[in-house]
Antibody
Framework: QVTLKESGPVLVKPTETLTLTCTVSGFSLSNARMGVSWIRQPPGKALEWLAHIFSNDEKSYSTSLKSRLTISKDTSKSQVVLTMTNMDPVDTATFYC????????????WGQGTLVTVSS | DIQMTQSPSSVSASVGDRVTITCRASQGISSWLTWYQQKPGNAPKLLIYAASSLQSGVPSRFSGSGSGTDFTLTISSLQPEDFATYYCQQANSFPLTFGGGTKVEIK
């Protein structure tokens, strides 16, 4: 059974760095076809893709947010970590991690999401 | 980046209606277009991949078509559980991008 679960702070202050962890089960992050993305959704707004990490540790980032994002993984812990620097209230959103298992890159499994609020 | 434009942004329909949602890519993406359904408070659910392939377990009243830059999601006979927001996503290349969403509301 494939599952993904996001964890991290529910509240961060402006200018702080956000660190989120996605813990996966039911598949291996070292499997050649597997990858994990982070996607966010501000309240009442659309989905926005943020970053992706492939099984070979190759990474891809949103063009507009590239300078603020870092994605990494710990295969032994089955975890994918996203850091986002210099948080602002407009970054308030539900953050999801989701799996891709093949090309093309669609998301067949998603975490439940975690709401992060940016406020002083 | 490939921009994805969905229309309409919202549609009001009744149970039993046929509903069509369109998605346009700013450049050709072959057939690498995915549709998701999202209900309030839930993560998106994959409905259709590769433009027209139905994900396992998804009712056959959902169908997708298109290639290149223009794509369509059709719900042949709207059911009460279909009231939700639908998103398209280009799965062709990174950076991945989503459409702005279409909310299907009860008329």
């Amino acid at each position: 059974q494939v599952t993904l679960k996001e964890s991290g702070p529910v509240l961060v202050k402006p200018t702080e760095t956000l660190t989120l962890t996605c813990t996966v089960s039911g598949f291996s992050l070292s499997n050649a076809r597997m990858g994990v993305s982070w996607i966010r959704q501000p309240p009442g707004k659309a989905l926005e893709w943020l970053a992706h990490i492939f099984s070979n540790d190759e990474k891809s980032y949103s063009t507009s947010l590239k300078s603020r994002l870092t994605i990494s993984k710990d295969t032994s812990k089955s975890q994918v970590v996203l850091t986002m620097t210099n948080m602002d209230p407009v970054d308030t959103a539900t953050f999801y991690c989701a799996r891709t298992s093949k090309y093309p890159y669609d998301f067949d499994y998603w975490g439940q999401g975690t709401l992060v609020t940016v406020s002083s | 980046d490939i921009q994805m434009t969905q229309s309409p942004s919202s549609v009001s329909a009744s149970v039993g209606d046929r509903v069509t949602i369109t998605c346009r890519a700013s450049q050709g993406i072959s057939s690498w277009l995915t549709w998701y359904q999202q209900k309030p408070g839930n993560a998106p659910k994959l409905l259709i991949y590769a433009a027209s392939s139905l994900q396992s377990g998804v009712p056959s009243r959902f169908s997708g078509s298109g290639s290149g830059t223009d794509f369509t999601l059709t719900i042949s006979s709207l059911q009460p559980e279909d009231f939700a927001t639908y998103y398209c996503q280009q799965a062709n290349s990174f950076p991945l991008t989503f459409g702005g969403g279409t909310k299907v509301e009860i008329k």
